[in-house]
């Protein structure tokens, strides 16, 4: 069993959709990473959260230390927003597998 | 200030073939760590650099091995490639400690044939 766990695993939405992306993990970590990886591998780290809420532009991360759970928002999706994204536990980096996502026009 | 960046960006290797991937550090990080990612899984942790010392490994047999240098950039060296060593290599700087984020590189994809 991974230690990260992200759902769901894929994910196709239409353009405008709010997006949401989970991430639960067993072990005890003291922050989160989340990050983007398009096509052609490029990683773009988005947000490192240890704590409540953040948002830059239309996504917003919240994590709950005590429960073991993230997520990633996606407000007004665009097809840029079409990439692999990873939740990542502080520490030795414990990597999700990745959701990806695919927004249609 | 300057990303994190990894050279080459493609190679091509025959299998028994030694490789060596490069990775200069984001300016003022002294962490380097290298991530495997095969095709279509999430990145596994190979190793971590600091102080020009191995300072934490993962499941990889000692054939993967690595370098830090002085000024914080780092090599990875893989001998006797086999097949299943076709992936994307990433690395990702930081400075020690819990609070800092990481700065990834755009990777190395190394095809063993």
């Known amino acids: 069993k991974n230690e990260v766990e992200q759902s769901p695993q894929n994910l196709t939405a239409q353009e405008e959709e709010f997006i949401t992306i989970n991430c639960s993990y067993s072990v005890g970590i003291s922050a989160l990473h989340w990050l983007q990886q398009h096509p052609g591998g490029g990683i773009v780290s988005l947000f490192m959260?240890?704590?409540g809420k953040k948002k830059h532009g239309r996504l917003i991360a919240t994590i709950n230390i005590q429960e073991k759970h993230s997520s990633l928002h996606i407000t007004a999706s665009h097809p840029r927003d079409s990439a692999v994204y990873i939740c990542v536990g502080q520490g030795n980096l414990i990597f999700g597998k990745g959701t990806k996502l695919s927004v249609k026009p | 200030e300057t990303g994190v960046t990894q050279s080459p960006t493609h190679l091509i290797k025959t299998r028994g073939q030694q490789v060596t991937l490069r990775c200069s550090s984001q300016?003022?990080?002294?962490?380097v760590s290298w991530y495997q990612q095969a095709l279509g899984q999430g990145p596994q942790f190979i190793f971590q650099?600091?102080?020009?010392?191995?300072?934490g490994r993962g499941n990889f047999p000692p054939r993967f091995s690595g370098l830090q240098f002085p000024n914080y950039s780092s090599e990875l060296n893989v001998n006797a490639l086999e097949l299943d060593d076709s992936a994307l290599y990433l690395c990702a700087s930081s400075l020690q400690g819990i609070n800092y984020g990481y700065t990834f590189g755009s990777g190395t994809r190394l095809t063993v044939v």
């Open positions: 959260l240890s704590s």
């Open positions: 300016s003022g990080h002294n962490t």
């Open positions: 650099y600091y102080r020009e010392e191995e300072n």
